[in-house]
């Protein structure tokens, strides 16, 4: 039975410019520098690594990213917890809010040998956890925290609730209290290294304050668990903290850039196009790539205007990037003349993102290249990923 790949695909391809547009573009080059970078600084801070596989959703990507590591991972969804499962991680945090209906589904996994944790907020939900245990299951529960995210956890600056959560969950058989955790999401709104190392000492604070106040009241608090690609990059002091979870550091994207968490060399994803259209009397040309392929996703405009829907590589004139998009067009401009002759229908452009990891959510695979190899013109590999819920 043929897959897609071969279906669409002549086995004898080597290039990119054989592949269908569009198409998720990896560069594993990038990926190792990036994986090793992050996991050598935390490595050498003393704090475990827990990456965050939303962004990736790859085994592949996965391996590699726990390399040298325990394997702990962090997922968003169920989907992503099976998938990995199957890929042979055992020590895995659903780190989404979990509802008392989704708890039969994780006591499944943990049941197959899969330390599936999960987190909560809620009282309420704590004490149907505490009563889901039984007849066999078991559950491993993370408190949440806001450290100013302003998304869900409870509000550091009074942690109001925590004693009762945590009781709930330490006193009940079967439930082990894992530890506490947050996602210092603010920190993408930052653009130096002193805004983005103060967001990270405010999550440092507000998850040990919480950690603290549990072992004061005599209920353990093993996991100190912050999260965020800024904050684990740009960080000054981890003291306190036992495990990071940054996630879209694998791949890093625009928004990472202009942030300061990486460098422009750094970006390992981007999207495979082909130019569809010649529009000189707007000095404008159209790919094959739109809201679907790239997103419309515009957080890298935060601190660069400029950068629309995603940025051309290796552009032949200045701020050449998709301005506009609709479902299945990009509407790619620039400062400059376009130059058309250089650019023919048909011809293959890459589009750097700017997130990541909604980007990526578009596509079932990666065309995975290496350029320390060949510049990255051949398909050296591809991995696969997993959509959905």
């Known amino acids: 039975v043929l897959d897609w790949h071969a279906r669409f695909i002549p086995m004898s391809t080597q290039t990119i410019d054989d592949l269908p547009t569009p198409a998720l573009i990896l560069d594993r080059a990038i990926l190792r520098r990036n994986t090793k970078r992050m996991s050598e600084r935390l490595r050498n801070a003393g704090v475990m690594l827990r990456p965050h596989l ?7 990507v996965g391996r590699m990213a726990v390399e040298g ?31 008392p209906s989704k708890l039969a589904a994780v006591s499944e996994l943990r049941k197959q040998g899969v ?12 004490k149907a956890i505490a009563a889901a245990a039984k007849d066999g299951d078991t559950f491993s529960v993370f408190i949440e925290i806001d450290s100013g995210a302003g998304r869900a956890g409870l509000p550091f600056s009074a942690l109001p609730g925590l004693l009762d959560i945590g009781r709930v969950l330490h006193e009940a058989p079967g439930v082990e209290l894992a530890g506490v955790m947050t996602h210092a ?25 919480a950690a603290e106040k549990l072992r004061a009241a005599g209920i353990p608090c093993p996991i100190v668990s912050g999260g965020s690609t800024p904050t684990a990059m740009l960080s000054r002091d981890f003291t306190g903290i036992t495990e990071m979870r940054p996630g879209v550091y694998v791949f890093n994207d625009l928004d990472q850039e202009y942030i300061g968490s990486c460098g422009a060399g750094d970006i390992a994803l981007s999207v495979l196009a082909s130019v569809i259209g010649h529009y000189p009397h707007r000095n404008q040309l159209l790919i094959d790539a739109g809201a ?3 997103s419309k996703d515009i957080s890298a405009q935060e601190f660069q205007p400029k950068v629309g829907y995603g940025t051309i590589v290796d552009a032949p004139v200045r701020a050449m990037a998709v301005v506009d998009c609709s479902q299945e067009h990009g509407f790619v401009g620039a400062d400059d003349p376009l130059p058309y002759g250089n650019l023919p229908v ?25 350029s320390d190899l060949d ?11 997993i959509n959905g819920w």
């Open 185 to 209: 999401g603010h920190s993408y709104h930052q653009s130096t290294p002193d805004g983005i190392a103060a967001i990270a000492e405010q999550e440092r604070v507000a998850i040990v304050t």
């Open 375 to 385: 510049g990255g013109k051949s398909v050296v590999d591809i991995y696969d990923r």
């Open 69 to 99: 590591h325990d394997g702990r991972i962090t997922v968003s969804t169920l989907a992503e917890a099976r998938y990995f499962a199957d890929g042979g991680f055992k020590d895995i945090l659903y780190g989404v809010g979990i509802v």
């Open 54 to 60: 939303k962004t990736a959703k790859s085994i592949q």
């Open 346 to 370: 048909g011809a293959r452009v890459r589009v750097l993102p700017n997130h990541a990891c909604i980007t990526a959510a578009a596509y079932d695979r990666y065309y995975v290249v290496d």
């Open 115 to 126: 330390n599936l944790r999960v987190v909560t907020d809620n009282f309420a939900v704590a």
């Open 292 to 294: 679907l392929a790239l």
